[in-house]
């Protein structure tokens, strides 16, 4: 059973590579109960619905979230480039503080910034 923090962080993940893939409603809704944590309830009143349509919305746009991963699997490939990027730069840290050479310390930050965009 994956708890709530777990959830609201893979969910999270998620929104941001298939956000865009969403309908409107359901970018919003997924905006409102996780980044702004309404509930249900106070999601209903603001598009005066019921809390179970909320529910509803939010469980479909969970699936297709889900379902964008298993086919294309972005967030899965990032994580991935996300460890490869920490290891790239611990081995050219180590070669950069060995030898004291501009093109290693280019290197060097070239790195960094590719850790930068993997965040």
């Known amino acids: 059973m ?3 923090l777990e959830r609201a962080v ?3 993940n998620l929104f941001a590579f298939y956000e ?3 309908t409107e409603r ?4 997924i905006r409102l109960y996780f980044y ?3 509930s249900l309830g106070e999601i209903a009143d603001e598009y005066s619905i019921s809390r179970q349509a909320v529910y509803d919305n939010l469980q479909r746009a969970e ?3 889900e379902d964008y991963e298993a086919k294309l699997g972005l967030v899965k490939k990032h994580k991935k480039n996300q460890v ?3 290891k790239l730069a611990n081995i050219v840290d180590k070669i950069a503080n060995q030898i004291d050479d501009k093109e290693v310390k280019s290197l060097l930050e ?3 910034d590719l850790g930068e965009l993997s965040d």
Not at 26 to 29: D, G, L, N
């Open 36 to 38: 702004h944590d309404l």
């Open 26 to 29: 359901q970018q919003e809704m």
């Open 2 to 4: 994956i708890c709530l």
């Open 110 to 112: 070239i790195v960094d």
């Open 10 to 12: 893979r969910i999270g």
């Open 84 to 86: 490869k990027v920490k």
């Open 63 to 65: 699936a297709a979230l």
């Open 20 to 22: 865009e893939l969403l």
